[in-house]
């Protein structure tokens, strides 16, 4: 490692990393290589690719910092925090499409970061906010949640290649985490900004919500991904004018808008099945004389 000299004697020396010293650095973490498909040949490449993979490691900070905000007692930031990580996941996959980076490890990555964000995170939010006083029965509504978000993750990890592309099979884990994090949000933003305060008839609403929103997760439902929406091409004028409004909207009340918005995409699917069936059905014919 070489230095910089100094003009006077009592100034520090400034150490400069050269070559060899970055060289040596390297040698102690092992490079990653995978293989990919090239022109129907499959070739094996080094590295990871910086940007998609930046976005990623921002949704596992903003996750990892939404426990740290409630381990600290700051019910505002934390869910908060856990929509930071949903933008930046959103980001991250589209962002590796567009700029055609995706690759395996980014996608390993892009799971283990979504069941930190959107997992673990809001199972300890929601938690540390309202189900704590309830016993064992508010541990294991988090508990339920967070399995479930760990099954969701896993079964969505081993059917990627038989995905279609447009839909989910059960409700998506950032959606899951946007409704228990609005929920804190809310709540808090009502009044009740301390676990104290919390009411235990609340807190047991909360756990029911918890732990429905965890089996609707693993739950056989069909949701739309919105993966299809074409960011480059040209829309009519009136989608931007929709644009426009949704953002009005939000800025009104964010908790309740992100509440009301997210609780309705959960629902969808199964109100949507049980008016199919409903209408499948049709009224009975009355009996023949």
């Known amino acids: 490692m070489a230095e910089h000299e100094s003009s ?17 650095l390297e040698q102690l973490i092992d490079e990653h290589e995978e293989e990919v498909i ?4 499959t070739v094996r490449r080094r590295g990871i690719y910086l940007l998609p993979n930046l976005f990623t490691t921002g949704a596992l900070f903003a996750g990892f910092y939404a426990v740290i905000a409630a ?28 700029t055609h980076t995706c690759s395996k490890f980014g996608a390993e990555y892009d799971s283990l970061s979504d069941m930190v ?12 906010y309202a189900l704590e006083g309830l016993g064992k029965f508010g541990w294991s509504a988090a508990f339920v949640y967070l ?14 290649d038989h995905d279609d592309g447009e839909h989910f099979t059960g409700l998506a884990s950032p959606a899951a985490a946007a409704v228990i994090a ?30 429905i929103i965890g089996l609707g997760m ?9 993966k299809g929406v074409d960011f480059r091409g040209r829309v009519p004028f009136v989608v931007i004018l929709l644009v426009v409004i949704v953002f009005s ?13 997210f609780v309705v995409y959960a629902l969808s699917s199964p109100v949507l099945i049980v008016m199919k069936k409903l209408k499948s059905t049709g009224p009975a014919e009355p009996p023949k004389t």
Not at 72 to 98: H, S, T, W, Y
Not at 117 to 128: D, E, N, R
Not at 183 to 199: E, K
Not at 218 to 226: E, I, L
């Open 218 to 226: 693993v739950a056989n439902f069909k949701y739309p991904s919105f």
């Open 249 to 261: 909207l939000v800025t009104l009340h964010p908790p309740t808008v992100f509440l009301i918005t």
């Open 38 to 41: 090239e022109e129907g040949e």
């Open 8 to 24: 006077t004697n009592d100034a520090p020396t400034i150490p400069v990393f050269d070559a060899e010293d970055l060289a040596a």
């Open 182 to 211: 609005s929920g804190v949000w809310l709540a808090h933003d009502i009044g009740f900004t301390t676990p104290q305060s919390v009411p235990a008839e609340l807190g047991v609403v909360l756990a029911f919500m918890t732990a």
């Open 71 to 98: 381990v600290q007692g700051d019910f505002e930031a934390a869910p908060i925090a856990i929509f930071f990580a949903m933008v930046f996941d959103g980001l991250d996959g589209r962002v590796a499409r567009l």
């Open 147 to 160: 399995a479930c978000a760990a099954l969701r993750l896993a079964r969505f990890n081993t059917q990627i």
């Open 117 to 128: 964000s959107f997992g673990v995170a809001p199972a300890l939010v929601i938690f540390m």
